[in-house]
């Protein structure tokens, strides 16, 4: 990675630490500090979680308004992402699917071995109704944007585990739209085994702990609006 890169990628995890560290409960309504904010500058330098939107963020708020999906005013977006965190903690709960905040973002982790059958990218069945809770919510929350990250372990050639985890990403964003998801709100991308979570591999559970896909879902604002018109 260049180092300019390093350093914008570095700020950006600063500014979220610095706007998000404080959150609110969904459940209790009190005021704390976020452990994923914490934890954001880690998860800035793996280079996803708190970087761009994949595709830019214009040109993908340029889709969401020609869909006819709005945006939410400024002061409301903390209160908009509580409520979407709350009812996406309480419809996934005993699934297999972790719900993290990182400031106004939600990241939805879903381990490869629940979700995945081993070098699969076809949806368990089993796991498919945990995914139509997850849709129907996103449903209910529309002004967001939907990006979806697949990831393999080590195991295998570095070219097919970039198209393994290309192909897992793609699977679960075409169920979310066989569910009523808007594709305009939805992008996708494979990392491979580059952004290994759990290391070194060396068990079978640090294996299935880096067979995952995750789920990004960050609000459309007011601001992002105004700025891609």
């Known amino acids: ?14 500014s979220a630490l610095a ?15 976020s452990k994923a904010a914490i934890g954001g500058v880690g998860g800035a330098l793996g ?47 005993g699934t297999g699917i972790d719900v993290e905040r990182q400031g106004d973002q939600l990241v939805l982790n879903m381990p490869g071995d629940v979700t995945f059958d081993l070098n699969s990218a076809v949806v368990k069945s089993q796991f498919r109704s945990a995914l139509d809770s997850v849709a129907s919510t996103l449903g209910e929350y529309p002004s967001t944007y939907i990006d ?8 295998g050639s570095d070219s097919y585990n970039q198209g393994l985890s290309e192909r897992r990403a793609a699977s679960v964003a075409d169920y979310l739209a066989s569910r009523g998801v808007q ?7 494979g990392y491979g085994e580059s952004q290994l979570k759990c290391t070194p591999e060396t068990t079978e559970a640090d294996r299935q702990c880096n067979r995952r896909v995750e789920i990004r879902i960050a609000p459309v604002t007011q601001n992002d609006v105004a700025n891609a018109q």
């Open 1 to 14: 990675m260049k180092n300019g890169t390093i350093q914008l990628t570095t700020l950006a995890a600063i």
């Open 19 to 33: 706007l998000g560290g404080c959150v609110t409960d969904p459940v209790t309504g009190e005021k704390k500090i």
């Open 148 to 155: 979806i990250y697949g990831h393999t372990d080590s195991t």
């Open 47 to 93: 280079g996803y979680l708190l970087g761009d939107l994949i595709g830019g963020k214009n040109s993908r708020t340029e889709e969401i308004v020609g869909a006819g999906i709005g945006a939410v005013a400024g002061a409301g977006v903390g209160y908009y992402m509580d409520q979407q965190e709350k009812k996406l903690r309480e419809r996934t709960a």
């Open 183 to 189: 594709r305009a709100r939805m992008a996708t991308m």
